[in-house]
């Protein structure tokens, strides 16, 4: 069964702290992973998007590693702003030729001042 | 930027009516998508629509619910006999051609069934 896991549950760190998200998939045949951002009651956003050959992949502070050895990811987020807290979603996207995205639960990220 | 538009926001219906949840995907869009969040929950793949047919759809996509693309805007979802079960946000996507093109979220609509 296509499954995506992600930990920690939840998190609180202080502003301008690092901090590092992980996630753990099951999904075939693979396509690609991504992360998404999505503040309480909102759409998710993108944050990166790679694929099978892409080891890591950055978007301003927010920096993601694919491993798909051991279909393992990251998203490492560098000098947090109070504007970071949100859920984090790990997301892969099955072969189906029609992107069928398999969502995790997320990682909720409260930064505190 | 465009953006994916959806409406109503916030729609509460009583168990057994019909609701139709709208969005507006991104003009240029090719491939279409719902999905629905029950709170605390993860989001969840619904249905996804190309050339104006299903082109795939998840376990949860009963016959209670259907798509349309009525017109070249518009993409809708009706659930024809809401349950309490059917409470969720559910959210648009669309996106343009190429397996890698980003699908765009909409705001979502958070349905509540009394």
């Known amino acids: 069964k296509n499954q995506v896991e992600q930990s920690p549950q939840s998190l609180i760190i202080l502003e301008g702290k690092n901090c590092t998200l992980q996630c753990n998939y099951t999904v075939s045949p693979f396509s690609n992973l991504r992360w998404y951002k999505q503040d309480t009651g909102r759409g998710p956003v993108s944050l990166t998007i790679m694929t099978f050959s892409e080891n890591t992949k950055s978007n301003g502070r927010y920096t993601a590693t694919l491993d798909a050895d051991t279909k393992q990811s990251s998203l490492h987020i560098t000098a947090s702003q109070l504007s970071d807290s949100a859920s984090y979603i790990c997301?892969?996207?099955?072969?189906?030729?029609?992107?069928?995205?398999?969502f995790g639960t997320g990682t909720r990220l409260l930064v505190s001042p | 930027e465009p953006e994916v538009t959806q409406t109503p926001s916030h729609q509460v219906t009583q168990m057994g009516q019909e609701v139709i949840l709208r969005c507006v995907p991104i003009?240029?869009?090719?491939?279409f998508y719902w999905y629905r969040q029950i709170l605390g929950q993860k989001v969840e793949f619904l249905v996804s629509f190309y050339n104006n047919e299903i082109s795939e759809k998840s376990e949860i996509f009963d016959d209670q619910f259907s798509v349309e693309r009525p017109d070249g805007s518009n993409f809708t979802l009706k659930i024809r006999s809401t349950k309490l079960e059917d409470s969720a946000m559910y959210f648009c996507?669309?996106?343009?051609?190429?397996?890698?093109?980003?699908?765009?979220f909409g705001p979502g609509t958070r349905l509540t069934v009394l």
């Open positions: 997301v892969v996207s099955a072969n189906t030729g029609f992107q069928k995205l398999v």
């Open positions: 003009s240029n869009h090719l491939y």
């Open positions: 996507a669309s996106r343009g051609g190429g397996t890698l093109n980003e699908q765009f």
